[in-house]
């Protein structure tokens, strides 16, 4: 039994991030989508954070909205992945529920 | 329809500056007529829906906030609240306006529908869900 | 698998119905089912044929117009979200003697349950919204 | 003095459209000019004379077109903001060959250069948005 | 020449009212409204913040949506003072322009 | 209309997620027609709408970043960068586009418009203007 949170908001613009960490569980997911994915970036003021809760939480990242946005894959933080929608779909499948940080 | 699902609504926002509160509401009082097991999670800025004293005179919008005291009519009557964001925020418990319900297996007893959890708590209420929707 | 899905803000403000549209697109390529999208909040405003997009920008009403004509995809609109911002069919439009209508084809008005009974009857349900 | 007002965001979902009502009222009542006001990115869909509130809420477009009429203030909807969200007046319609309109009396649409102008035009300029 | 900034988000949401303190002067005023009034609270996470700001400029907020959030006058930080809708008009008018925290 | 006024576009907001940095653009551009004395800032989340390499194809929604680029034709060639946002969000002016402009008071020579200012420098320019409008 697993989540799949999905954070669609940037971390230097609303809480939804850190709120979003603080209740997943581990064996959780978190897939960053939108401008959920400025979360994932390296070297940030959030960049602990996520580092942090990378070891008991699985954490992606949508890549349609990092190349997007110009992320690239090496400005992430390590051991974070990117995913495509059909990767998403998978991951909506694999876990029991999805909940989404708005 | 015979199976019962868990139904999390959760409400992280605060009232009146957008309308996510109330139309939150407007779900959950459809949602009790199909008789599934409903839970109501408030956290970060959701606990700001249920301050007691609010007065929306000033601002022409509808205060809808009676209509946390109705839910227990319509059987909906767990109602968590998380302490860290009470905290943060500067609130306790006494700031919230009192929400209660008649428990139908003990004795219609009154009870109060808002539970104080911790942020650990809330994770596994959250954890144990059939269908989270999110306001 | 069964997946249901809700959209909660408006086209072209957010991205929300456009990262729905992605999913939903590749769930049923994949060979889920999804029978039914809810739109709710500001969501109902996806559903306006009147909406004219630069030329060069994706036209979002119509995608999803296409999707519920080729994959029998139910578009549900939140009646009572969609009263309050202005998006009527023709039933409605006569009912509240409004002159006009709004509403695309391939979107049907209808109650706040249906977004119960799609959270009872998929398997999964996700959340776009802001 | 004159102030220039910009609203930014859709009625009932957002405060704005309500805040800068009361503010716009307060200001007349105290003797300012308000020459126009400018709905841009969802502030057009303020606009909508198709809108239907519950009774007992207010209806953010009577009150405008209301205060339109009392106080002559101008209520521009941005054309390019209003085309991608489906806000259309008759000529509009016409043009873009839709079948229906759905903007209200006392709103008109008009560019942009309508929101620098009243920038120019006036003593102070406030921003009601999300 | 001096600044009024209005505030609408809550900042426990959005860093709205962080970054409007980080750029306002001395002698400017910041005007909490909407969701931005629960900046005023006392025993906040940020209440410190607010505070220390308070000695070099101005902070009222709207006093329609402080009632409208039960929130009572004796909840608020001290020296913080309440306008109406003719005192938010007096704010913009007394001030040489008005930038919005959006 | 021969006034001529200082207009400051606050950008806050990151692309894509949300409509605000794109419709932003197009009240500069047509707002360039005007002929007012014209700056841009970009803090908080606004700078990343400055970042290179921005390729929508994927989420299907039109690239607007070249258009920074353009700006300059319209005689907008003031775009201020605050210093301390890209560093709370590990950017350097090196993962920014460069936005150039062509200095008519100086032989034409092309010049830099993307100017990185601290957060101090940034509430000079702000408290400088006539009009602000937020995005």
Same mark, same amino acid.
């Given at each position: 039994m697993s989540t799949l949170h999905t954070v669609n908001k940037s971390p230097f613009a609303t809480g939804s991030l850190e709120s979003c960490l603080a209740h997943c569980k581990d064996g959780d997911a978190v897939l960053m989508i939108?401008?959920? #994915?400025?979360?994932?970036?390296?070297?940030?003021? #959030?960049a602990d954070l996520v580092q942090q809760k990378a070891g008991s939480v699985a954490i992606y990242v949508l890549s349609a909205d990092t190349q997007a946005r110009g992320l690239a894959a090496d400005k992430l933080l390590q051991g974070i992945k990117g995913v495509d929608y059909d990767g998403f779909v998978d991951l909506v499948a694999d876990h029991d529920r999805t909940q989404s940080w708005l | 329809m015979s199976e019962i699902k868990k139904f999390l609504y959760v409400n992280r926002k605060a009232p009146y500056g957008t309308i996510y509160a109330l139309e939150s509401l407007e779900v959950v009082l459809i949602g009790a007529a199909f008789e599934q097991d409903v839970s109501l999670a408030f956290l970060d800025d959701g606990v700001f829906q249920l301050t007691k004293g609010q007065n929306t005179d000033g601002i022409g919008i509808k205060n809808f906030s009676p209509t946390y005291r109705a839910l227990g009519d319509y059987e909906v009557t767990k109602l968590y609240v998380e302490q860290e964001s009470l905290d943060e925020r500067g609130l306790t418990l006494d700031d919230l306006q009192a929400v209660v319900y008649e428990d139908e297996d003990d004795d219609w007893e009154e009870k109060p529908s808002i539970r104080v959890v911790s942020r650990a708590e809330m994770a596994d209420i959250m954890a144990d869900q059939d269908v989270v929707l999110s306001f | 698998m069964k997946f249901g899905v809700v959209i909660s803000e408006g086209p072209y403000t957010h991205q929300a119905a456009d990262t729905a549209y992605h999913f939903v697109k590749s769930a049923i390529a994949k060979g889920?089912?999804?029978p039914r999208v809810f739109f709710y909040h500001d969501g109902?405003?996806?559903?306006?044929?009147l909406s004219v997009p630069?030329?060069?920008?994706?036209?979002i009403q119509q995608n999803w117009t296409a999707l519920a004509k080729d994959h029998g995809v139910d578009l549900v609109v939140c009646i009572a979200a969609a009263q309050r911002r202005g998006m009527l069919d023709d039933n409605e439009a006569k009912r509240q003697g409004k002159d006009a209508s709004n509403i695309a084809e391939g979107f049907r008005i209808s109650g706040l349950g249906q977004l119960i009974e799609m959270g009872i009857q998929t398997d999964r349900l996700v959340t776009f919204g802001d």
């Open positions: 939108e401008d959920g #994915v400025y979360g994932g970036l390296a070297g940030t003021a #959030v | - | 889920h089912e999804v109902v405003n996806v559903a306006s044929r630069p030329q060069d920008e994706r036209n």
